[in-house]
């Protein structure tokens, strides 16, 4: 199953050329609790300054091998859920902050999948991460950056939110505040 690609036709090619080629923050969804900060954060921006959203969700699926009706009905499983979980987000972003997100749902490791993302739209200018701030430190993604490791393989900006922001510290850093 290919959402990821049904999406793409869905948002890239039925667009009208002019919102092609707006400049574009991207975000990542996933089960951590600093993924909300950095997406509203994101939006907010986005909003501010005429850009779109991209809300990417990566799903992971170690299937069993040996089972392969399974393991699709596995796959077909976890994409349906992490479609309905982003869409779901989205709405909160679009009754929140007044912006229409782009969606994308794809199979693979987080990383690869923001790299290529960005190397397909290069209108994606900023890609926003939110950074853990318990134990678990902050993040793989985060944690990558900061050893010097790229996420794409073209320059685009990178935002790291703190993911224990409260709701007036978000607003006043995305700019909802005048």
């Not at 954060?41 to 990566?58: D, N, W």
């Not at 992971?60 to 699709?72: F, I, K, N, T």
């Not at 890609?127 to 010097?148: C, H, M």
């Amino acid at each position: 199953m290919q959402i990821d690609n049904e999406l793409d036709d869905l948002n890239l090619k039925e667009r009208p050329a002019e919102a092609q080629l707006r400049r574009k923050f991207l975000t990542l969804a996933d089960d951590t609790q600093e993924c909300f900060p950095a997406i509203m954060f994101a939006a907010m921006r986005a909003k501010r300054v005429g850009a779109g959203l991209v809300i990417t969700r990566v799903v992971q699926v170690s299937g069993m091998g040996h089972w392969r009706g399974l393991d699709e009905d596995m796959r077909t499983e976890a994409m349906d859920n992490a479609l309905a979980e982003v869409q779901s987000l989205a709405r909160l972003v679009k009754e929140r902050v007044g912006i229409e997100a782009e969606l994308i749902v794809d199979e693979g490791k987080p990383e690869q999948i923001i790299s290529k993302t960005v190397d397909k739209d290069h209108t994606i200018k900023v890609i926003v991460l939110g950074s853990g701030s318990g134990r678990g430190g902050p993040g793989p993604l985060v944690a990558r950056i900061g050893r010097g490791k790229p996420l794409t393989t073209r320059p685009v900006a990178i935002t790291i939110i703190p993911g224990n922001l409260s709701d007036d510290q978000l607003n006043e850093m995305g700019g909802a505040h005048h």
